[in-house]
């Protein structure tokens, strides 16, 4: 007898969500994918459902083997046990729900290794599918869209373990992330940007500059010129370019060999950022930093900050020769922790082009570290986070 855990696909969404188009790509793919049928006592579409009558639905209530029902349509439809076993007894099931109580009634109420994946659409596509494919109650089921979005927000805790638009992704591609889903790690990928969001760059840049210049008597004028050249990023090139236009007392090689070293020993993480990583991380969710700079410098801040052992993996534009926003970067980093941008995940960072821009690029949810900053504008993230800690929250907390 085989010990492999069932498997098992719930797909949530509002009407015309796509929930039957992926479930028969996802046949498709794979025959044993099937749809699970539910018993259904009342009128209306049948097809899909195992159609019952009242004294079934007594008999099922009755024995225990009622494991969710709702009514909606004026219809009731259960979910039984047995048939649920029979369904997992053949292949993979996928059942169709829209409700959050039935989910969780299902990861309660039948041990299974279930995949949650939430299908959306908006109410205009709805609409749209619901009168092109000729339904006669496109009413009802618009009503039946603004209490799948009700029934999301009066449960702002539960957290799917897939997310799709499916008026952005075709049936095929929906299904192909599914099955990357269930044989995945369970847990989201969190792509995280490592300068200014897990640690607190621009303060030790700052210190290193006045520092340097408290040394060399330097006036305030070279100071602000030496911090608005080095704030977001520097290397030899920019060391260089200041050396000639401030006349520093250094040359470049010397002033480079000094700031790596001495610049890493400033750099501390926010405040609770290692923690947090811990938490999410004791989650399930595997955390990799994906990070522009030179391989050197940042093995070395990433080492001294901490930062280095409180994660699964490092991705450095220096070593990996590809700088965020490439596609090629967030790919890469996926790849370091054996998953595929496919699967889904986050990319969390306080810059709107490399991390937002990029991360949306790359399929991936994005949160934008504010430091209390108002978004600049263009297309935005999943959600603002004035600080990473509160990002991690927010993921670990659940969110469609």
């Known amino acids: 007898m085989s010990t492999e855990p069932t498997r098992g696909v719930i797909l949530y969404g509002p009407p015309a969500s796509g929930k039957d188009t992926v479930t028969r790509a996802l046949s498709d793919s794979d025959p044993a994918f099937s749809l699970f049928s539910r018993v259904k006592c009342g009128p209306g579409r ?51 729900l829209g409700q959050v109580d039935g989910v969780r009634a299902m990861l309660d109420g039948y041990p299974a290794q279930w995949l949650t994946v939430l299908l959306w659409s908006s109410r205009e596509v709805t609409e749209a599918r619901s009168t092109g494919r000729g339904d006669a109650d496109t009413p009802a089921r618009l009503a039946a869209w603004d209490a799948t979005l009700a029934d999301l927000d009066a449960n702002p805790t539960f957290r799917f373990d897939l997310t799709i638009r499916t008026d952005e992704v075709g049936p095929e591609a929906a299904a192909n992330q599914i099955r990357l889903a269930l044989t995945a790690p369970r847990g989201d990928l969190l792509l995280v940007d490592f300068d200014d969001t897990l640690i607190d760059r621009l303060t030790a840049v700052t210190t290193w500059v006045a520092g340097y210049c408290k040394q060399h008597d330097l006036g305030p004028t070279v100071g602000q010129r030496m911090l608005e050249a080095m704030r977001v990023r520097a290397d030899l090139d920019v060391i260089d370019g200041l050396c000639a236009e401030l006349g520093l007392p250094d040359s470049p090689s010397e002033l480079w060999s000094r700031y790596e070293p001495e610049l890493s020993a400033l750099v501390t993480p926010f405040p609770g950022v290692i923690e947090a990583l811990t938490t999410v991380r004791e989650a399930g969710h595997q955390v990799v930093v994906v990070t522009n700079g030179g391989a050197q410098i940042q093995h070395a801040k990433l080492q001294a900050s901490g930062i280095a052992n409180a994660v699964d993996a490092i991705c450095i534009s220096g070593e990996t020769g590809i700088r965020k926003p490439a596609l090629g970067a967030f790919e890469t980093a996926a790849a370091s922790v054996g998953r595929d941008l496919l699967q889904g995940g986050w990319m969390i960072g306080d810059n709107a082009d490399l991390d937002v821009a990029g991360g949306r690029a790359a399929g991936l949810r994005t949160i934008w570290i504010s430091h209390g900053r108002d978004w600049p504008g263009g297309a935005g993230p999943d959600f603002i986070a004035r600080t990473t800690v509160e990002a991690f929250a927010h993921v670990a907390g659940g969110v469609r």
């Not at 009242?54 to 439809?77: F, H, K, M, Q, T």
């Open 46 to 96: 049948s097809a899909g459902y195992r159609m019952g009558t009242p004294e079934l639905l007594e008999e099922l209530r009755a024995s225990g083997a009622v494991v969710y029902e709702n009514s909606r349509y004026d219809s009731v439809y259960v979910t039984d046990r047995p048939g649920l076993d029979e369904a997992f007894a053949h292949g993979v099931p996928v059942m169709h």
